[in-house]
C-alpha cells in the first residue's frame, strides 16, 4: 500500500518546478577557526497556479536546498489566475507587505512577460504567470521580498471570490477587469 502511495506521490511531484531564489553562508568563529553552514530559499510550483516556498539551513548546500525544497512541497498554494490568449496573468493590482519589504504586483496584456528582479521573477515562473508587472519596494532582502510576494498573492481574489464577497454578478465583475479573460479563471474558486 505504501509503495503505491509513494509512486503517485512521485508521478504528482515529477512535474513540480522547483527554483532556488537565495543561498547565504554563514560564519560562526570558533575556537579552532571559522565553521561555516548555509540556508536555502526555494520556491516550488506546478506551473499551473499552485506555488510553496521554503526556507533550509544545513551544514552543506544540497542538504540545505533538499529541505527547503521539501518545505515548499509541504506549504503548496492555489493562486487564482487569469487566462488571456493562452498565457496566464494575476486578476487584479496587489501589493503585499512583510516587514521592511514591499512588493508591487500588476497584471499585464499579452505578449509582456514578466517584468520582475531574480526573487520575483522566479516565483512568478514557478507559478506559471506569463505576463505581470512587480516592483519591488523598500526593501530588497530576499527573505522579505519573497515573503511579501507570498502575502501579495494571497490577497488575490478569482472574479468568483469578489462577486459572492460583493453580492454582485460574475459579469459585471469581468466587465472591470483590467485583463480581459478569453478562457475561464484557473485557481480556487
Same mark, same amino acid.
Given at each position: 500500500?505504501?509503495?503505491?502511495?509513494?509512486?503517485?506521490?512521485?508521478? !504528482?511531484?515529477?512535474?513540480? +518546478?522547483?527554483?532556488?531564489?537565495?543561498?547565504?553562508? +554563514?560564519?560562526?568563529?570558533?575556537?579552532? &577557526?571559522?565553521? *561555516?553552514? *548555509?540556508?536555502?530559499?526555494?520556491?516550488?510550483?506546478?506551473?499551473?497556479?499552485?506555488?510553496?516556498?521554503? *526556507?533550509?539551513?544545513?551544514?552543506?548546500?544540497?542538504?540545505?536546498?533538499?529541505?527547503?525544497?521539501?518545505? !515548499?512541497?509541504? #506549504?503548496?498554494?492555489?493562486?487564482?489566475?487569469? +487566462?488571456?490568449? &493562452?498565457?496566464? #496573468?494575476?486578476?487584479?493590482?496587489?501589493?503585499?507587505?512583510?516587514? !521592511?519589504?514591499?512588493?508591487?504586483?500588476? @497584471?499585464?496584456?499579452?505578449? #509582456?512577460?514578466?517584468?520582475?528582479? @531574480?526573487?520575483?521573477?522566479?516565483?512568478?515562473?514557478?507559478? &506559471?504567470?506569463?505576463?505581470?508587472? #512587480?516592483?519591488?519596494?523598500?526593501?530588497?532582502?530576499?527573505?522579505?521580498?519573497?515573503?511579501?510576494? *507570498?502575502?501579495?498573492?494571497?490577497?488575490?481574489e478569482s472574479a468568483e471570490q469578489y462577486a459572492t464577497r460583493t453580492g454582485k454578478d460574475v459579469e459585471s465583475v469581468y466587465a472591470n477587469y483590467t485583463v480581459k479573460s478569453t478562457?475561464?479563471?484557473?485557481?480556487p474558486a
Amino acid at each position: 500500500m505504501s509503495n503505491r502511495n509513494r509512486r503517485r506521490r512521485d508521478e !504528482a511531484d515529477s512535474n513540480l +518546478v522547483d527554483k532556488v531564489i537565495y543561498i547565504n553562508r +554563514v560564519a560562526k568563529v570558533v575556537k579552532g &577557526g571559522r565553521r *561555516f553552514s *548555509f540556508s536555502a530559499i526555494v520556491v516550488v510550483g506546478d506551473g499551473e497556479g499552485q506555488v510553496g516556498v521554503g *526556507f533550509g539551513k544545513a551544514n552543506e548546500v544540497p542538504e540545505a536546498i533538499r529541505k527547503a525544497t521539501e518545505k !515548499a512541497r509541504k #506549504t503548496m498554494k492555489a493562486v487564482p489566475l487569469v +487566462v488571456n490568449h &493562452g498565457q496566464a #496573468t494575476i486578476p487584479h493590482d496587489v501589493l503585499g507587505e512583510f516587514g !521592511a519589504g514591499r512588493v508591487l504586483l500588476k @497584471p499585464a496584456s499579452p505578449g #509582456t512577460g514578466v517584468i520582475a528582479g @531574480p526573487s520575483v521573477r522566479a516565483i512568478m515562473e514557478a507559478l &506559471g504567470v506569463a505576463n505581470v508587472l #512587480t516592483k519591488s519596494l523598500r526593501s530588497s532582502n530576499p527573505h522579505n521580498v519573497v515573503r511579501a510576494v *507570498f502575502d501579495a498573492l494571497n490577497r488575490l481574489e478569482s472574479a468568483e471570490q469578489y462577486a459572492t464577497r460583493t453580492g454582485k454578478d460574475v459579469e459585471s465583475v469581468y466587465a472591470n477587469y483590467t485583463v480581459k479573460s478569453t478562457a475561464a479563471a484557473v485557481g480556487p474558486a
